[in-house]
């Protein structure tokens, strides 16, 4: 399948080697974060579009974000004044509760 994934090295951390996957964009889940506080309207509907994108493709721990991270972005978008904003929550929000759900 299409999976874009690149590997981030640690500068001498023990860890070694994370992979972070990123969206068709080639945009990383935290890149997706920061601009969804955006001040442009459809850069954060693009940037939530992203979000779900790879919710859709894989668990959130492989984001390189915790799961809090992402809800909170989530949720401060919720009450976004663009309408089409809120729609993308909605589909991010569903994704989110039915991994988690099993469904």
């Known amino acids: 399948p299409n999976q874009n994934i690149i590997s981030k090295y ?48 894989y668990d959130v721990s492989k984001t390189g974000q915790s799961l809090s991270q992402v809800i909170q972005c989530v949720l401060e978008a919720l009450v976004d004044s663009c309408n089409k904003v809120r729609k993308v929550v ?4 569903t994704t989110l509760f039915t991994q988690r759900t099993g469904q």
């Open 10 to 57: 640690d500068d001498g951390g023990a860890d070694g080697e994370e992979d972070i996957v990123l969206t068709k964009r080639m945009v990383s889940m935290e890149a997706l974060i920061r601009q969804s506080r955006h001040y442009n309207q459809k850069v954060r509907v693009n940037a939530l579009q992203g979000v779900l994108e790879l919710l859709q493709q």
């Open 90 to 93: 909605l589909q991010v929000l």
